[in-house]
């Protein structure tokens, strides 16, 4: 299997960043539409039509809509503007007690209560899809992972024009 193939393969499962498919992944002079491939593969996969934009992470998508640019699952729920955080928008279940830690974690590796830790689980409220885990200390913010520049990334590194402006 080639290594485009492979990268390709997990940037749809999920497993590539998005640091590894900016850096590593696209800038392939021998294959300038991989992006675009990867693009139109994962839009056959999901619920809606309007353009995906990037992928944010394997559940989670910019999306280019009539009103702007928004967040969507794979199911079509709309997480808000690009520019919220779309955390804010799940549905949270929160870890922090032994009971509820000892359901992931085997006994000698639960985390130790003193330590304020919590796991965030973070889900989508119409499909129930585990969007994002945070392990955090107790009160830490909720903080979204990145911010895209879409502008920025079209043009510059795939030189063309956002799929929502054309
Ligand atoms: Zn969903």
Known sequence: MST???????????????????????PDP??????????????????????????LNDHLFAVGT???????????HEFGPLADNWKEYCKVRVREDESEMRELYPENMTPEPDWQFQLREFFCPECFTLIDVDAVPAGYPVLKPFDPDIDAFYEEWEDRTPPDRE
Do not use: A
């Open 30 to 55: 021998k294959d300038p539409d991989r992006f675009e491939t990867t693009r139109q593969i994962l839009q056959e996969k999901v619920e809606f039509d309007e353009p995906i934009l990037v992928p």
């Open 66 to 76: 009539e009103d702007g640019r928004v967040v969507k699952g794979e199911c079509g």
């Open 4 to 26: 485009d193939t492979t990268q390709i393969e997990k940037l749809i499962d999920g497993e590539l960043s998005w640091e590894e498919l900016r850096n590593d992944v696209l």
